[in-house]
């Protein structure tokens, strides 16, 4: 067999996991290879930001030294450095029978909506910037591994070879089939079976927003991404996400769409002009048996994929390849890549699963129940709240200290939900709310600190208080 090129590391795939990792890999010093099927840029869905994933791109540009990444952090460096097409992510909302609850996100540093056709090319290019080297439009059909090697074959008869390969290229990877890595399947137990319909469209009768809004209903719910409020995109990303038994797939996704419309009847549309295909899924959610073997790993929605809600899919994937970057590293170098090294990775990116899993299925349940919209808002923002200051407590601690850093690898927001609503008593978590709201920062600030100081959870004390110039400024 005549190998084509060989490399460190073998990056199958082009998404924002992809090359994220690639881009980190390469900055270490690594032969890095990236090897996609498609072109960019792309259409993807999966649009909301969060300060979730603005400070998880923080700690990533930190750890690793590529600042690119920090630039999506912000609307305004996102919108100067990476995409005037972006959105502003100024607010979060969730509506329900004519009742809308909006969660504001930092006043002087607003999220960027995330324009993915943009934003994924432009992580590509940083990847190779960085010194990953690149290929699109190659189809990989086969995969194997050897005693020190993986090889990777292609349509085109070429073989790639690396002393390690992730697989980041999807639910279809003809790579993990080849390795025996089958998907299970979808909706096993309890974990929630949704589909979608979605596309990127210019209609004139949406009302403004400072944000993306959920208009849900008995069954699902609409997501609207306005990337009209940056003032030059003239697109709204929209996305109707269905329990999957309850409501049969159409085989014409435009019509499935303006039928799931009268759900929505408020929202009164003047005309819908798609400027992208439109798509409708089969139930989202499936995983992968194995994620992971001797001298590979399986990463992003090729491991598995439960829905784009509230970005966790895309939270859920950086944060797996935060864990994942420095292991590999250190494994390169001790020329030891066997599984056992990527063990608490793989049960890091089972958590994630599985939280995210249920904070998808209890939104769905609130859809029939309204009652349940505010404890679910609640819930989200807190566990939210406390996982970004987490997050902010390891940005800081950086370059000197990987101990922050590494400690957040373990966190799944919900993880202590119960007991984080024990330790911080009614007037903190009524202080998150009001600390979102427009021109109440610093009143809010001062009784978040004043409730804080009576927590009897000493880390949530502690984190706070090391907070206050963040909080002040908006930029959490």
Do not use: C
Not at 128 to 147: N, S
Not at 319 to 346: H, K, S, Y
């Amino acid at each position: 067999m005549s190998v084509t090129s060989d490399h460190d590391v073998l990056v199958l795939g082009s998404g924002p996991g992809a090359s994220v990792l690639a881009a980190a890999l390469a900055r270490a010093g690594s032969d890095v290879l990236i090897v996609g099927e498609d072109t960019h840029p792309r259409y993807r869905q999966g649009e909301t930001s969060t300060p979730l994933l603005s400070w998880l791109l923080r700690l990533l540009s930190a750890r690793y030294d590529v600042p690119e990444f920090a630039r999506l952090a912000e609307y305004a460096t996102a919108r100067e450095q990476v995409s005037r097409r972006v959105g502003a992510e100024r607010s979060i909302g969730f509506a329900h029978d004519g009742r809308e609850r909006r969660v504001a996100l930092p006043r002087a540093a607003a999220g960027a909506l995330l324009y993915r056709q943009d934003v994924d090319a432009y992580l590509f290019h940083t990847a190779a910037l960085r010194g990953a080297r690149v290929r699109q439009q190659v189809k990989v059909v086969k995969a194997e591994v050897t005693a020190d090697r993986v090889l990777v074959t292609t349509a085109r008869g070429e073989t790639f070879s690396a002393r390690f390969l992730v697989d980041a290229s999807g639910r279809d990877s003809a790579a993990l089939a080849a390795l025996g890595a089958e998907v299970r399947e979808e909706g096993a137990g309890d974990e929630p079976r949704t589909r979608s319909v979605h596309t990127h469209l210019i209609e004139t009768g949406l009302p403004a927003s400072d944000g993306t809004t959920h208009h849900l209903f008995d069954g699902g719910w609409l997501t609207l991404s306005p990337f009209t409020n940056g003032g030059v995109n003239p697109v709204t990303g929209v996305r109707f996400t269905v329990d999957a038994d309850r409501f049969e797939r159409d085989e014409d996704p435009e019509r499935e769409f303006r039928d799931l419309l009268e759900r929505v009847p408020r929202l009164r549309l003047r005309r819908v002009a798609p400027v992208q295909p439109w798509r409708s899924t089969g139930a989202q959610h499936y995983a992968r048996e194995r994620r992971a073997g001797e001298r590979w790993f399986a990463l992003g929605a090729a491991a598995g994929f439960t829905d784009p809600f509230l970005a966790g899919e895309l939270v859920h994937e950086l944060q797996v390849v935060n864990a994942l970057a420095w292991r590999l590293i250190d494994a390169l170098a001790a020329d030891d890549l066997g599984a056992a090294r990527f063990t608490e990775v793989l049960a890091l990116d089972e958590r994630l699963r599985t939280a995210h899993g249920r904070l998808v299925a209890d939104f769905l349940a609130a859809s029939a129940d309204p009652a349940r919209l505010d404890a679910f808002v609640e819930r989200w923002e807190l566990a939210s709240f406390y996982a970004t200051l987490r997050l902010r407590e390891a940005v800081v601690a950086l370059p000197g200290s990987q101990g922050p850093a590494r400690a957040y690898e373990g966190l799944v927001p919900d993880d202590d939900l119960e007991t984080l609503r024990q330790v911080t008593p009614p007037a903190f978590r009524s202080g998150v709310t009001a600390l979102r709201e427009p021109g109440r920062g610093l009143t809010a600030v001062g009784r978040l600190r004043a409730a804080a100081r009576t927590s009897p959870s000493p880390d949530i004390r502690r984190l706070l208080l090391a907070a206050t110039p963040d909080l002040v400024r908006g930029r959490l």
